[in-house]
Protein backbone atom coordinates (compact mmCIF):
# COMPACT_ATOMS: atom_id res chain seq x y z
CA UNK A 1 0.00 0.00 0.00
CA UNK A 2 1.16 3.35 -1.01
CA UNK A 3 2.14 6.02 1.72
CA UNK A 4 0.34 9.25 1.10
CA UNK A 5 1.89 13.06 0.92
CA UNK A 6 -0.35 16.29 0.44
CA UNK A 7 1.66 18.71 -1.73
CA UNK A 8 1.14 21.23 0.70
CA UNK A 9 4.31 20.10 2.73
CA UNK A 10 6.22 21.47 -0.15
CA UNK A 11 7.77 24.43 -0.97
CA UNK A 12 4.98 25.97 -3.76
CA UNK A 13 7.10 29.00 -5.31
CA UNK A 14 10.37 26.18 -5.89
CA UNK A 15 7.60 23.19 -7.16
CA UNK A 16 6.26 26.19 -9.62
CA UNK A 17 10.30 26.96 -10.41
CA UNK A 18 10.48 23.43 -11.28
CA UNK A 19 7.03 23.23 -12.99
CA UNK A 20 8.04 26.07 -16.07
CA UNK A 21 11.47 24.40 -16.76
CA UNK A 22 9.43 21.38 -17.68
CA UNK A 23 6.37 20.61 -15.26
CA UNK A 24 5.65 16.64 -16.62
CA UNK A 25 9.72 15.92 -16.26
CA UNK A 26 9.53 17.85 -12.83
CA UNK A 27 6.97 15.84 -11.56
CA UNK A 28 8.18 12.34 -12.64
CA UNK A 29 11.36 13.29 -11.10
CA UNK A 30 10.29 14.47 -7.95
CA UNK A 31 7.43 11.17 -8.01
CA UNK A 32 10.64 8.85 -8.87
CA UNK A 33 12.67 10.38 -5.81
CA UNK A 34 10.22 10.03 -3.53
CA UNK A 35 10.20 5.89 -4.01
CA UNK A 36 6.97 5.55 -5.42
CA UNK A 37 5.04 8.39 -2.80
CA UNK A 38 1.43 9.12 -4.10
CA UNK A 39 1.15 12.72 -4.64
CA UNK A 40 -1.70 14.56 -3.65
CA UNK A 41 -1.34 17.66 -6.17
CA UNK A 42 -5.27 19.03 -6.55
CA UNK A 43 -4.47 22.39 -4.75
CA UNK A 44 -1.97 23.30 -7.10
CA UNK A 45 -3.05 21.38 -10.62
CA UNK A 46 -6.42 20.06 -10.15
CA UNK A 47 -6.95 16.34 -9.96
CA UNK A 48 -7.42 15.86 -13.75
CA UNK A 49 -3.82 17.52 -14.04
CA UNK A 50 -2.67 14.90 -11.81
CA UNK A 51 -3.97 12.36 -13.56
CA UNK A 52 -2.59 13.36 -16.46
CA UNK A 53 0.74 13.89 -15.10
CA UNK A 54 1.04 10.60 -13.97
CA UNK A 55 -0.34 8.72 -16.31
CA UNK A 56 -4.10 8.23 -15.54
CA UNK A 57 -6.67 9.06 -18.19
CA UNK A 58 -7.42 13.17 -18.21
CA UNK A 59 -11.66 13.68 -17.67
CA UNK A 60 -13.00 14.59 -20.66
CA UNK A 61 -13.11 17.88 -21.29
CA UNK A 62 -17.48 19.56 -21.65
CA UNK A 63 -18.09 19.91 -25.09
CA UNK A 64 -20.18 23.14 -25.91
CA UNK A 65 -21.03 23.28 -29.65
CA UNK A 66 -22.27 26.96 -30.80
CA UNK A 67 -23.99 26.95 -34.35
CA UNK A 68 -22.95 30.45 -35.85
CA UNK A 69 -25.72 29.78 -38.54
CA UNK A 70 -28.65 29.05 -36.62
CA UNK A 71 -30.67 32.22 -35.03
CA UNK A 72 -32.68 31.31 -32.19
CA UNK A 73 -34.00 34.51 -31.21
CA UNK A 74 -33.23 38.47 -31.71
CA UNK A 75 -33.25 40.79 -28.91
CA UNK A 76 -35.63 43.66 -28.94
CA UNK A 77 -33.79 45.54 -26.54
CA UNK A 78 -30.37 44.08 -24.65
CA UNK A 79 -28.27 43.92 -21.06
CA UNK A 80 -28.79 46.74 -18.58
CA UNK A 81 -29.65 47.88 -14.84
CA UNK A 82 -32.49 50.05 -13.23
CA UNK A 83 -31.43 53.86 -12.80
CA UNK A 84 -34.01 55.30 -10.78
CA UNK A 85 -34.05 59.30 -10.36
CA UNK A 86 -36.06 59.49 -7.59
CA UNK A 87 -34.26 62.12 -5.36
CA UNK A 88 -33.15 61.76 -1.60
CA UNK A 89 -35.58 63.01 0.51
CA UNK A 90 -36.81 60.24 2.85
CA UNK A 91 -40.74 60.85 3.59
CA UNK A 92 -42.55 59.53 6.65
CA UNK A 93 -45.47 57.84 5.38
CA UNK A 94 -48.28 56.60 8.01
CA UNK A 95 -50.57 53.25 7.51
CA UNK A 96 -48.24 51.72 5.31
CA UNK A 97 -49.81 48.20 4.36
CA UNK A 98 -47.09 45.79 3.01
CA UNK A 99 -45.98 42.99 5.36
CA UNK A 100 -42.63 43.99 6.34
CA UNK A 101 -42.35 47.66 5.00
CA UNK A 102 -41.44 50.30 7.47
CA UNK A 103 -40.35 53.88 6.48
CA UNK A 104 -36.88 52.92 5.98
CA UNK A 105 -37.94 50.68 3.49
CA UNK A 106 -41.12 51.89 2.05
CA UNK A 107 -39.99 52.70 -1.32
CA UNK A 108 -37.40 49.76 -1.05
CA UNK A 109 -33.80 51.25 -2.39
CA UNK A 110 -35.27 53.13 -5.39
CA UNK A 111 -34.34 56.37 -3.68
CA UNK A 112 -31.34 58.66 -3.18
CA UNK A 113 -28.79 57.02 -5.09
CA UNK A 114 -27.41 59.68 -7.49
CA UNK A 115 -25.13 62.31 -6.55
CA UNK A 116 -26.32 65.57 -6.43
CA UNK A 117 -26.78 67.88 -9.38
CA UNK A 118 -24.14 70.09 -8.22
CA UNK A 119 -21.72 67.22 -7.69
CA UNK A 120 -19.85 67.87 -11.40
CA UNK A 121 -16.71 65.04 -10.57
CA UNK A 122 -19.14 62.90 -9.42
CA UNK A 123 -21.69 62.89 -12.14
CA UNK A 124 -18.83 62.94 -14.77
CA UNK A 125 -17.79 59.25 -13.25
CA UNK A 126 -21.17 57.95 -12.65
CA UNK A 127 -22.02 58.67 -16.63
CA UNK A 128 -18.04 56.80 -17.44
CA UNK A 129 -19.25 54.39 -15.41
CA UNK A 130 -22.48 53.70 -17.20
CA UNK A 131 -20.26 54.04 -20.90
CA UNK A 132 -17.38 51.23 -19.49
CA UNK A 133 -20.11 49.04 -18.58
CA UNK A 134 -21.94 49.20 -21.66
CA UNK A 135 -25.31 49.48 -19.96
CA UNK A 136 -27.28 49.14 -23.11
CA UNK A 137 -30.94 48.81 -21.85
CA UNK A 138 -31.86 50.69 -18.54
CA UNK A 139 -35.15 50.59 -16.37
CA UNK A 140 -35.29 54.32 -15.42
CA UNK A 141 -37.65 54.90 -12.86
CA UNK A 142 -39.87 57.91 -11.22
CA UNK A 143 -42.93 58.74 -9.66
CA UNK A 144 -46.10 60.94 -10.32
CA UNK A 145 -45.33 63.13 -7.30
CA UNK A 146 -42.33 63.91 -9.39
CA UNK A 147 -44.01 66.11 -11.76
CA UNK A 148 -47.96 66.59 -10.71
CA UNK A 149 -47.94 66.67 -6.46
CA UNK A 150 -51.28 68.44 -7.26
CA UNK A 151 -53.53 67.08 -10.05
CA UNK A 152 -53.22 69.46 -13.41
CA UNK A 153 -49.63 70.90 -11.72
CA UNK A 154 -47.02 69.96 -13.04
CA UNK A 155 -43.44 70.91 -12.39
CA UNK A 156 -40.69 70.31 -14.90
CA UNK A 157 -37.96 72.11 -13.46
CA UNK A 158 -37.46 70.61 -9.92
CA UNK A 159 -33.74 68.72 -8.96
CA UNK A 160 -35.87 65.05 -9.73
CA UNK A 161 -36.39 66.46 -13.09
CA UNK A 162 -33.27 67.63 -13.87
CA UNK A 163 -31.87 64.13 -12.83
CA UNK A 164 -34.09 62.19 -15.08
CA UNK A 165 -33.15 64.49 -17.85
CA UNK A 166 -29.66 63.93 -17.19
CA UNK A 167 -30.54 60.23 -17.02
CA UNK A 168 -32.33 60.42 -20.50
CA UNK A 169 -29.77 62.80 -21.93
CA UNK A 170 -27.02 60.26 -21.13
CA UNK A 171 -29.20 57.40 -22.82
CA UNK A 172 -30.20 59.50 -25.92
CA UNK A 173 -26.59 60.58 -26.59
CA UNK A 174 -25.06 57.23 -25.80
CA UNK A 175 -27.75 55.03 -27.83
CA UNK A 176 -29.26 53.52 -24.63
CA UNK A 177 -32.96 51.80 -24.70
CA UNK A 178 -35.07 52.94 -21.82
CA UNK A 179 -38.08 51.35 -20.14
CA UNK A 180 -39.70 54.37 -18.15
CA UNK A 181 -41.55 53.29 -15.13
CA UNK A 182 -43.25 55.07 -12.83
CA UNK A 183 -42.75 53.70 -9.46
CA UNK A 184 -46.05 54.60 -7.72
CA UNK A 185 -48.24 57.64 -7.30
CA UNK A 186 -46.95 58.78 -4.05
CA UNK A 187 -49.82 61.97 -4.10
CA UNK A 188 -52.55 62.10 -1.79
CA UNK A 189 -54.83 64.13 -4.67
CA UNK A 190 -55.21 60.53 -6.53
CA UNK A 191 -54.97 58.09 -3.35
CA UNK A 192 -57.86 56.29 -1.57
CA UNK A 193 -59.18 57.51 1.56
CA UNK A 194 -57.26 55.42 4.27
CA UNK A 195 -54.86 54.27 1.68
CA UNK A 196 -51.37 55.44 1.83
CA UNK A 197 -50.87 57.63 -0.83
CA UNK A 198 -47.39 55.71 -1.85
CA UNK A 199 -49.16 52.75 -1.84
CA UNK A 200 -52.72 53.11 -3.08
CA UNK A 201 -54.48 52.93 -7.01
CA UNK A 202 -55.63 56.06 -8.57
CA UNK A 203 -59.05 56.57 -6.71
CA UNK A 204 -59.67 58.27 -10.31
CA UNK A 205 -58.26 56.23 -13.27
CA UNK A 206 -59.80 59.07 -15.21
CA UNK A 207 -57.16 61.48 -13.55
CA UNK A 208 -54.54 59.21 -14.04
CA UNK A 209 -53.55 58.90 -17.78
CA UNK A 210 -53.32 62.33 -18.36
CA UNK A 211 -50.22 63.50 -16.27
CA UNK A 212 -48.45 60.39 -17.50
CA UNK A 213 -49.36 61.41 -21.74
CA UNK A 214 -48.19 64.84 -20.65
CA UNK A 215 -44.90 63.85 -18.97
CA UNK A 216 -44.53 60.77 -21.92
CA UNK A 217 -45.56 64.15 -24.52
CA UNK A 218 -42.68 65.97 -22.98
CA UNK A 219 -40.10 63.86 -22.92
CA UNK A 220 -40.44 61.86 -26.42
CA UNK A 221 -41.85 64.92 -28.22
CA UNK A 222 -40.60 68.45 -26.36
CA UNK A 223 -37.22 67.36 -26.06
CA UNK A 224 -36.66 64.59 -27.80
CA UNK A 225 -35.79 61.52 -25.98
CA UNK A 226 -36.74 58.65 -28.74
CA UNK A 227 -34.87 56.59 -26.88
CA UNK A 228 -38.17 55.76 -24.48
CA UNK A 229 -39.41 52.63 -26.33
CA UNK A 230 -41.51 51.47 -23.22
CA UNK A 231 -43.25 52.22 -20.10
CA UNK A 232 -44.49 50.59 -17.39
CA UNK A 233 -47.41 52.21 -15.18
CA UNK A 234 -46.91 51.14 -12.38
CA UNK A 235 -43.84 48.47 -10.45
CA UNK A 236 -44.86 45.47 -8.54
CA UNK A 237 -48.78 45.70 -8.62
CA UNK A 238 -49.82 42.44 -6.88
CA UNK A 239 -48.97 40.33 -3.78
CA UNK A 240 -49.11 41.14 -0.51
CA UNK A 241 -46.61 44.10 -1.07
CA UNK A 242 -48.35 45.81 -3.70
CA UNK A 243 -48.13 49.48 -4.68
CA UNK A 244 -52.02 49.09 -6.50
CA UNK A 245 -53.64 49.14 -3.19
CA UNK A 246 -57.82 49.37 -3.98
CA UNK A 247 -60.03 51.00 -1.32
CA UNK A 248 -61.32 47.51 0.05
CA UNK A 249 -57.78 47.48 1.31
CA UNK A 250 -56.66 44.33 -1.64
CA UNK A 251 -54.93 44.72 -4.79
CA UNK A 252 -57.01 46.40 -7.71
CA UNK A 253 -56.85 45.18 -11.03
CA UNK A 254 -54.32 47.42 -13.03
CA UNK A 255 -55.62 46.60 -16.62
CA UNK A 256 -58.21 49.88 -16.30
CA UNK A 257 -54.83 52.05 -15.80
CA UNK A 258 -53.28 49.95 -18.68
CA UNK A 259 -56.41 50.67 -21.21
CA UNK A 260 -56.53 54.35 -20.62
CA UNK A 261 -53.27 55.01 -20.44
CA UNK A 262 -52.98 53.52 -23.90
CA UNK A 263 -55.91 55.09 -25.18
CA UNK A 264 -54.32 58.70 -23.78
CA UNK A 265 -50.33 57.90 -25.75
CA UNK A 266 -52.26 57.07 -28.52
CA UNK A 267 -54.27 60.19 -28.15
CA UNK A 268 -51.11 62.16 -28.50
CA UNK A 269 -49.42 60.19 -30.90
CA UNK A 270 -47.09 58.08 -28.91
CA UNK A 271 -48.29 54.84 -30.39
CA UNK A 272 -44.24 53.77 -30.73
CA UNK A 273 -44.33 53.92 -27.11
CA UNK A 274 -45.62 50.39 -25.91
CA UNK A 275 -46.64 49.52 -22.31
CA UNK A 276 -44.97 47.07 -20.48
CA UNK A 277 -46.88 44.68 -17.96
CA UNK A 278 -47.18 43.54 -15.33
CA UNK A 279 -43.55 44.23 -14.08
CA UNK A 280 -44.08 41.91 -11.42
CA UNK A 281 -43.35 38.40 -10.84
CA UNK A 282 -45.91 36.50 -12.73
CA UNK A 283 -48.04 37.46 -16.20
CA UNK A 284 -51.45 37.92 -14.05
CA UNK A 285 -50.53 39.81 -11.07
CA UNK A 286 -53.10 42.79 -10.23
CA UNK A 287 -55.65 40.88 -12.87
CA UNK A 288 -53.29 41.74 -15.62
CA UNK A 289 -54.24 40.36 -18.67
CA UNK A 290 -51.56 39.67 -20.88
CA UNK A 291 -53.93 38.93 -24.39
CA UNK A 292 -54.98 42.21 -24.21
CA UNK A 293 -53.57 44.31 -26.55
CA UNK A 294 -53.05 48.13 -25.08
CA UNK A 295 -50.21 45.43 -23.65
CA UNK A 296 -47.10 45.42 -25.48
CA UNK A 297 -44.27 43.95 -23.82
CA UNK A 298 -44.43 41.48 -21.20
CA UNK A 299 -42.12 42.36 -18.09
CA UNK A 300 -41.20 40.27 -14.92
CA UNK A 301 -38.95 40.53 -12.26
CA UNK A 302 -36.84 37.95 -10.64
CA UNK A 303 -34.97 37.81 -7.22
CA UNK A 304 -35.53 33.67 -5.89
CA UNK A 305 -32.58 31.64 -5.00
CA UNK A 306 -32.95 29.44 -7.81
CA UNK A 307 -32.58 30.29 -11.93
CA UNK A 308 -36.52 30.00 -13.18
CA UNK A 309 -35.45 28.52 -16.64
CA UNK A 310 -39.25 26.98 -17.68
CA UNK A 311 -40.56 30.48 -16.74
CA UNK A 312 -38.72 32.29 -18.62
CA UNK A 313 -39.22 29.61 -21.82
CA UNK A 314 -43.15 29.65 -20.98
CA UNK A 315 -43.22 33.65 -21.17
CA UNK A 316 -40.98 34.05 -24.02
CA UNK A 317 -43.19 31.34 -25.95
CA UNK A 318 -45.97 33.41 -24.87
CA UNK A 319 -44.65 36.66 -26.11
CA UNK A 320 -43.31 35.58 -29.23
CA UNK A 321 -47.47 33.55 -29.73
CA UNK A 322 -48.44 37.41 -29.38
CA UNK A 323 -45.74 39.30 -31.32
CA UNK A 324 -44.32 41.49 -28.19
CA UNK A 325 -41.06 41.27 -26.22
CA UNK A 326 -40.42 39.55 -23.38
CA UNK A 327 -38.06 41.46 -20.59
CA UNK A 328 -36.44 40.15 -17.47
CA UNK A 329 -37.00 44.05 -15.95
CA UNK A 330 -35.58 43.74 -12.88
CA UNK A 331 -33.73 40.31 -11.77
CA UNK A 332 -30.81 40.26 -8.63
CA UNK A 333 -30.79 37.82 -5.20
CA UNK A 334 -31.56 38.53 -2.30
CA UNK A 335 -31.34 35.16 -0.36
CA UNK A 336 -28.83 33.22 1.08
CA UNK A 337 -29.04 29.33 2.78
CA UNK A 338 -28.90 30.95 6.38
CA UNK A 339 -31.90 33.61 4.94
CA UNK A 340 -34.25 31.47 3.02
CA UNK A 341 -37.60 30.95 5.18
CA UNK A 342 -36.60 33.00 8.33
CA UNK A 343 -39.41 35.58 9.32
CA UNK A 344 -37.19 38.63 9.06
CA UNK A 345 -38.25 42.37 8.31
CA UNK A 346 -37.50 42.76 4.76
CA UNK A 347 -35.09 45.84 5.11
CA UNK A 348 -33.04 43.90 7.65
CA UNK A 349 -31.65 40.76 6.62
CA UNK A 350 -28.78 39.56 4.59
CA UNK A 351 -28.37 43.45 3.49
CA UNK A 352 -25.15 41.91 2.10
CA UNK A 353 -26.02 39.00 -0.07
CA UNK A 354 -26.91 41.54 -3.22
CA UNK A 355 -22.85 42.54 -3.31
CA UNK A 356 -21.33 38.95 -2.62
CA UNK A 357 -19.92 37.53 -5.45
CA UNK A 358 -22.20 34.07 -5.25
CA UNK A 359 -24.91 36.49 -5.90
CA UNK A 360 -22.83 37.72 -8.98
CA UNK A 361 -22.53 34.00 -10.23
CA UNK A 362 -26.46 33.74 -9.67
CA UNK A 363 -26.84 36.81 -11.87
CA UNK A 364 -25.26 35.42 -14.73
CA UNK A 365 -26.62 32.30 -14.44
CA UNK A 366 -29.92 34.62 -14.71
CA UNK A 367 -28.69 36.40 -17.70
CA UNK A 368 -27.23 33.12 -19.52
CA UNK A 369 -31.13 31.04 -19.30
CA UNK A 370 -33.26 34.43 -20.13
CA UNK A 371 -30.84 35.10 -23.12
CA UNK A 372 -31.27 31.21 -23.73
CA UNK A 373 -34.97 31.36 -23.40
CA UNK A 374 -35.55 34.14 -25.34
CA UNK A 375 -35.81 37.21 -23.19
CA UNK A 376 -35.25 40.43 -25.43
CA UNK A 377 -33.57 42.57 -22.41
CA UNK A 378 -32.31 41.53 -18.71
CA UNK A 379 -32.39 44.89 -16.06
CA UNK A 380 -30.16 44.14 -12.90
CA UNK A 381 -31.28 46.11 -10.08
CA UNK A 382 -29.29 48.14 -9.66
CA UNK A 383 -26.93 50.87 -11.28
CA UNK A 384 -26.81 53.61 -8.32
CA UNK A 385 -28.15 52.83 -5.04
CA UNK A 386 -27.77 53.73 -1.04
CA UNK A 387 -26.97 50.61 -0.23
CA UNK A 388 -27.86 50.82 3.42
CA UNK A 389 -31.78 50.65 2.87
CA UNK A 390 -32.98 47.20 1.90
CA UNK A 391 -29.78 45.84 0.01
CA UNK A 392 -26.44 46.32 -1.01
CA UNK A 393 -26.90 46.62 -4.87
CA UNK A 394 -24.88 48.86 -5.97
CA UNK A 395 -22.44 48.63 -9.11
CA UNK A 396 -20.98 52.20 -8.12
CA UNK A 397 -20.53 54.01 -5.11
CA UNK A 398 -22.36 56.99 -4.63
CA UNK A 399 -22.72 57.48 -0.88
CA UNK A 400 -21.31 56.32 2.00
CA UNK A 401 -23.24 55.21 4.46
CA UNK A 402 -21.81 56.00 7.71
CA UNK A 403 -20.72 59.77 6.86
CA UNK A 404 -24.21 60.05 5.35
CA UNK A 405 -22.93 62.08 3.00
CA UNK A 406 -22.45 61.51 -1.02
CA UNK A 407 -18.92 60.97 -2.73
CA UNK A 408 -17.93 64.02 -4.42
CA UNK A 409 -16.28 60.40 -6.57
CA UNK A 410 -17.95 57.76 -7.97
CA UNK A 411 -16.08 54.95 -8.23
CA UNK A 412 -16.80 50.82 -8.80
CA UNK A 413 -17.92 48.83 -6.48
CA UNK A 414 -15.33 45.94 -7.62
CA UNK A 415 -17.10 42.13 -7.20
CA UNK A 416 -20.56 43.01 -8.70
CA UNK A 417 -19.46 45.88 -11.02
CA UNK A 418 -16.65 43.36 -12.75
CA UNK A 419 -19.09 39.98 -12.37
CA UNK A 420 -21.84 41.83 -13.94
CA UNK A 421 -19.25 44.67 -16.61
CA UNK A 422 -18.29 41.13 -18.45
CA UNK A 423 -21.29 40.16 -19.16
CA UNK A 424 -22.55 43.95 -20.71
CA UNK A 425 -19.05 45.38 -22.27
CA UNK A 426 -19.35 42.70 -25.27
CA UNK A 427 -22.48 42.77 -25.85
CA UNK A 428 -24.85 44.78 -28.20
CA UNK A 429 -28.28 45.82 -27.94
CA UNK A 430 -30.42 44.22 -30.10
CA UNK A 431 -28.17 41.19 -30.93
CA UNK A 432 -28.81 37.61 -32.17
CA UNK A 433 -28.94 34.92 -29.94
CA UNK A 434 -27.33 31.53 -31.43
CA UNK A 435 -27.86 28.19 -30.66
CA UNK A 436 -26.05 26.70 -28.41
CA UNK A 437 -25.28 23.20 -27.88
CA UNK A 438 -24.03 20.60 -25.48
CA UNK A 439 -23.69 23.00 -22.49
CA UNK A 440 -22.99 20.47 -19.34
CA UNK A 441 -24.52 20.56 -15.47
CA UNK A 442 -22.47 23.22 -13.77
CA UNK A 443 -21.56 25.18 -17.00
CA UNK A 444 -24.26 27.40 -18.48
CA UNK A 445 -23.40 28.87 -21.72
CA UNK A 446 -24.82 32.08 -24.39
CA UNK A 447 -23.56 33.37 -27.82
CA UNK A 448 -24.62 36.45 -29.26
CA UNK A 449 -24.07 38.19 -32.63
CA UNK A 450 -24.32 41.89 -32.83
CA UNK A 451 -25.86 43.54 -35.05
CA UNK A 452 -22.98 44.06 -37.09
CA UNK A 453 -21.60 40.40 -36.53
CA UNK A 454 -19.27 40.18 -33.91
CA UNK A 455 -19.46 37.58 -31.71
CA UNK A 456 -19.50 36.74 -27.97
CA UNK A 457 -19.91 33.59 -26.35
CA UNK A 458 -20.13 33.64 -22.25
CA UNK A 459 -19.33 30.52 -20.46
CA UNK A 460 -20.16 30.25 -16.54
CA UNK A 461 -17.83 27.46 -14.27
CA UNK A 462 -20.10 26.85 -11.32
CA UNK A 463 -18.13 24.36 -9.93
CA UNK A 464 -16.01 24.44 -6.99
CA UNK A 465 -13.10 22.99 -8.93
CA UNK A 466 -11.43 23.25 -12.24
CA UNK A 467 -13.70 22.34 -15.19
CA UNK A 468 -12.27 21.63 -19.28
CA UNK A 469 -14.28 22.48 -21.86
CA UNK A 470 -13.91 22.23 -25.20
CA UNK A 471 -15.99 24.75 -27.20
CA UNK A 472 -16.62 24.75 -31.41
CA UNK A 473 -18.00 26.71 -33.92
CA UNK A 474 -20.03 25.09 -36.41
CA UNK A 475 -21.62 27.69 -38.97
CA UNK A 476 -18.92 30.15 -39.41
CA UNK A 477 -18.14 31.95 -42.67
CA UNK A 478 -14.93 32.65 -41.94
CA UNK A 479 -12.26 32.85 -39.48
CA UNK A 480 -11.68 35.46 -36.82
CA UNK A 481 -10.23 35.97 -33.41
CA UNK A 482 -11.97 35.43 -30.17
CA UNK A 483 -10.48 37.68 -27.16
CA UNK A 484 -10.48 36.11 -23.92
CA UNK A 485 -11.94 37.98 -20.91
CA UNK A 486 -11.97 36.32 -17.21
CA UNK A 487 -13.46 37.21 -13.44
CA UNK A 488 -12.89 35.20 -10.59
CA UNK A 489 -13.67 36.29 -7.14
CA UNK A 490 -10.10 36.55 -5.87
CA UNK A 491 -9.30 38.33 -9.44
CA UNK A 492 -12.41 41.42 -9.23
CA UNK A 493 -11.47 41.41 -4.96
CA UNK A 494 -8.29 43.05 -5.99
CA UNK A 495 -8.29 46.63 -6.30
CA UNK A 496 -5.79 46.85 -9.30
CA UNK A 497 -7.80 44.28 -11.20
CA UNK A 498 -8.22 45.23 -15.01
CA UNK A 499 -10.63 43.90 -17.77
CA UNK A 500 -7.67 43.82 -20.27
CA UNK A 501 -8.08 41.00 -22.96
CA UNK A 502 -5.98 37.74 -21.40
CA UNK A 503 -5.27 36.13 -24.72
CA UNK A 504 -6.48 35.91 -28.26
CA UNK A 505 -7.64 32.74 -29.69
CA UNK A 506 -7.65 32.20 -33.36
CA UNK A 507 -10.50 30.56 -35.00
CA UNK A 508 -9.81 28.94 -38.78
CA UNK A 509 -12.24 27.64 -41.33
CA UNK A 510 -9.57 24.63 -40.24
CA UNK A 511 -9.70 24.47 -37.09
CA UNK A 512 -13.26 25.26 -35.34
CA UNK A 513 -12.51 24.29 -31.98
CA UNK A 514 -10.40 24.98 -28.81
CA UNK A 515 -10.03 23.80 -25.72
CA UNK A 516 -9.88 25.82 -21.89
CA UNK A 517 -9.71 25.39 -18.47
CA UNK A 518 -11.93 27.18 -16.85
CA UNK A 519 -11.23 28.11 -12.97
CA UNK A 520 -13.59 27.29 -10.37
CA UNK A 521 -16.65 29.81 -9.66
CA UNK A 522 -15.23 31.91 -13.04
CA UNK A 523 -17.16 33.70 -15.75
CA UNK A 524 -15.53 34.15 -19.11
CA UNK A 525 -16.02 35.84 -22.20
CA UNK A 526 -14.69 34.90 -25.36
CA UNK A 527 -15.70 37.88 -27.92
CA UNK A 528 -14.13 39.31 -31.05
CA UNK A 529 -14.56 42.65 -29.52
CA UNK A 530 -11.14 43.50 -28.58
CA UNK A 531 -11.46 46.17 -25.56
CA UNK A 532 -9.06 47.63 -23.55
CA UNK A 533 -9.49 48.14 -19.38
CA UNK A 534 -10.11 52.03 -20.39
CA UNK A 535 -12.48 51.05 -23.56
CA UNK A 536 -16.14 52.00 -23.28
CA UNK A 537 -17.86 48.84 -23.47
CA UNK A 538 -20.22 48.09 -26.25
CA UNK A 539 -23.74 49.78 -26.60
CA UNK A 540 -25.15 49.92 -30.04
CA UNK A 541 -24.10 49.16 -33.77
CA UNK A 542 -26.95 49.76 -35.73
Not at 96 to 118: D, E, H, I, K, V
Not at 393 to 408: C, M, S
Amino acid sequence: MQKRLDITEFDYKELHRLATGGWRLALKILYSSLGGVALSLAPWLGAAGVGHCLGAEPAQPAAIRIDAAHVAHTMAGGLGACWHALGPTIFWYENLLGPGRNNRTCRGSAFGGNPPLSYTKAWDDLLDHARWLGLDFCKVEIDLRMYEPERGKFDWDNDEMQTLYRILDHCQRSGVDVFLTQMWQDVPWNAHQGINRLESAPKSVGDFPPGLGMLLQRLVKDRGYHCIRWLSVANEPGGGWTWWWGPDKKCASIMPAIRAVRAELDRRGLKDVAIAAPDSFNLTMAGCEPEDPAIGAFALHCYGADVPVACFKQVAEKARSRGVPFFVSEFGHIFSKQCEGVAIPFGDFCSGIPKSYPAQMLNAEKVIAGLKAGADGLNRWSFVNRGDLDGQWQLVRTWHPIAWEYYKDVGAESVPYYSFGILTRFTAKRSHILEVQGDSEGLPAAALRSPKGNLTIIVLNKAEDERKVSLSLIGMRAGCTLYKYQVTEPAVSRPDYRMEPREALAISLDRMEIGESLPAQSITVYSTYKLAHADAGIIAEE
